[in-house]
């Protein structure tokens, strides 16, 4: 490790710290989906901020391709300030936070409940306010995370929905995919070396695009938010297509993009996207499994993610390489990746 930052260590407790939890709460997990198959719902409806919300829009791509079932973020606004709570018939409805304090979360879980809806806590804190609203609570199991800038709740919340999206497939519960997960992590740890050359590529610029697709949309937008929260830089996440619907006119001669390319899916769209941005003059960060078409080590920086795991389970190891990418901008830009500015640890919001 570089240094003893709180953060960077948390980082690297990742690895362990999932592999716990999953020994730990595989068991919950499961009773949970066993519970709740009395209960017909037909989507799920999610409450969520900051980093929690990104852990939801994993949840939208997991549980619709694994599950077949729709997801919808929730506005917590219509439940506390405009007093219009919508129907909530035939939804699960998921309230994800490490802290579980947060009133605006808690009041959504609230309501579902008083509508008859089965709930569901994701949270770090099972004595918390969210955990007590919920029907049935999932413990994140990672122990105290000290960073400001969440790390190891953000992966035990995607590694969380993935355990309820198995679970909730059926009998036999396949759950052997997810023991490669800490393993994987451990390797996507290796790419300091590369992240921090990246970051020192990035490092000149106030502003930076991120571009991913499908399961890796909410590595895209958890990616930027740590460069947002740490760094202090301008960084907007789009998913590649809607990119090309106009935002793409912002690339000029030397304008800083990271392009998120995992798995097969979306390789040969994000190859053709690459070219284009190399025309347009963009620096290039690639944070994939292999580098793309026409990007070379010698104009380009390459963030390596090991391969292995299927593409719906990616963004648990995924997150690390860009966790690392923003601890190493952050330190680049001449600021304390342990003391964010102008942002707390727990923040209530109604």
Same mark, same amino acid.
């Given at each position: 490790?570089?240094?003893?930052?709180?953060?960077?260590?948390?980082?690297?407790?990742?690895?362990?710290?999932?592999?716990?939890?999953? *020994?730990?709460? /595989?068991? =919950?997990?499961?009773?949970?989906? =066993?519970?709740?198959? &009395?209960?017909?719902?037909?989507?799920?409806?999610?409450?969520?901020?900051?980093?929690?919300?990104?852990? /939801?829009?994993?949840?939208?791509?997991?549980?619709?391709?694994?599950?077949?079932? &729709?997801?919808?973020?929730?506005?917590?606004?219509? @439940?506390?300030?405009?007093?219009? #709570?919508?129907?909530?018939?035939?939804?699960?409805?998921?309230?994800?936070?490490?802290?579980?304090?947060?009133?605006?979360?808690?009041?959504?879980?609230?309501?579902?409940?008083?509508?008859?809806?089965?709930?569901? /806590?994701?949270?770090?804190?099972?004595?918390?306010?969210?955990?007590?609203?919920?029907? @049935?609570? $999932?413990?994140?199991?990672?122990?105290?995370?000290?960073?400001?800038?969440?790390?190891?709740? %953000?992966?035990?919340?995607?590694?969380?929905?993935?355990?309820?999206?198995?679970?909730?497939?059926?009998? #036999?519960?396949?759950?052997?995919?997810?023991?490669?997960? !800490?393993?994987?992590?451990?390797?996507?740890?290796?790419?300091? &070396?590369?992240?921090?050359?990246?970051?020192?590529?990035?490092?000149?610029?106030?502003?930076?695009?991120?571009?991913?697709?499908? @399961?890796?949309?909410?590595?895209?937008? *958890?990616?930027?938010?740590?460069?947002?929260?740490?760094?202090? $830089?301008?960084?907007?996440? %789009?998913?590649?297509?809607? @990119?090309?619907?106009?935002? $793409? /006119?912002?690339?000029?001669?030397?304008?800083?993009?990271?392009?998120?390319?995992?798995?097969?899916?979306?390789?040969?769209?994000?190859?053709?996207?690459?070219?284009?941005? =190399? =025309?347009?003059?963009?620096?290039?960060?690639?944070?994939?499994?292999?580098?793309?078409?026409?990007?070379?080590? *010698?104009?380009?920086?390459?963030?390596?993610? !090991?391969?292995?795991?299927?593409?719906?389970?990616?963004?648990?190891?995924?997150?690390?390489?860009?966790?690392?990418?923003?601890?190493?901008?952050?330190?680049?830009?001449?600021?304390?990746?342990?003391? &964010?500015?102008?942002?707390?640890?727990?923040?209530?919001?109604?």
């Amino acid at each position: 490790m570089a240094s003893a930052s709180q953060l960077l260590t948390e980082i690297y407790e990742q690895p362990k710290a999932i592999r716990g939890m999953l *020994e730990l709460e /595989a068991g =919950r997990v499961e009773q949970i989906s =066993r519970q709740l198959s &009395p209960h017909k719902f037909s989507y799920a409806l999610i409450a969520a901020r900051g980093t929690s919300d990104n852990a /939801a829009r994993y949840a939208q791509y997991i549980l619709g391709a694994i599950n077949q079932l &729709p997801v919808a973020l929730a506005a917590p606004s219509l @439940f506390t300030r405009y007093h219009t #709570p919508p129907c909530l018939d035939g939804a699960l409805v998921i309230g994800i936070s490490q802290s579980g304090q947060s009133p605006d979360i808690v009041s959504v879980i609230e309501e579902a409940r008083h509508q008859g809806a089965p709930t569901i /806590a994701f949270t770090n804190n099972l004595e918390s306010p969210l955990a007590h609203a919920a029907e @049935f609570k $999932i413990g994140l199991g990672v122990g105290e995370e000290c960073s400001v800038a969440a790390t190891k709740t %953000y992966t035990a919340q995607l590694t969380a929905l993935a355990l309820l999206s198995l679970s909730l497939k059926g009998t #036999p519960i396949q759950l052997e995919s997810l023991q490669a997960v !800490p393993d994987a992590m451990a390797q996507a740890l290796e790419s300091e &070396p590369q992240a921090r050359q990246a970051a020192d590529l990035l490092a000149g610029s106030n502003r930076c695009i991120f571009l991913g697709r499908g @399961f890796n949309y909410s590595t895209t937008h *958890e990616t930027a938010l740590k460069c947002k929260e740490l760094a202090n $830089i301008q960084a907007e996440a %789009y998913s590649s297509a809607d @990119f090309l619907h106009g935002p $793409i /006119a912002i690339v000029e001669k030397g304008f800083p993009v990271v392009v998120i390319s995992i798995g097969e899916t979306f390789q040969e769209e994000l190859n053709q996207l690459a070219e284009t941005l =190399r =025309r347009r003059g963009a620096s290039l960060v690639i944070i994939g499994d292999e580098m793309l078409q026409g990007c070379t080590s *010698e104009q380009d920086s390459f963030i390596q993610v !090991p391969k292995g795991l299927p593409e719906w389970l990616s963004p648990i190891a995924a997150i690390l390489p860009g966790q690392l990418l923003a601890y190493h901008l952050t330190k680049a830009r001449g600021f304390d990746p342990d003391q &964010p500015r102008l942002i707390h640890k727990v923040t209530l919001t109604e």
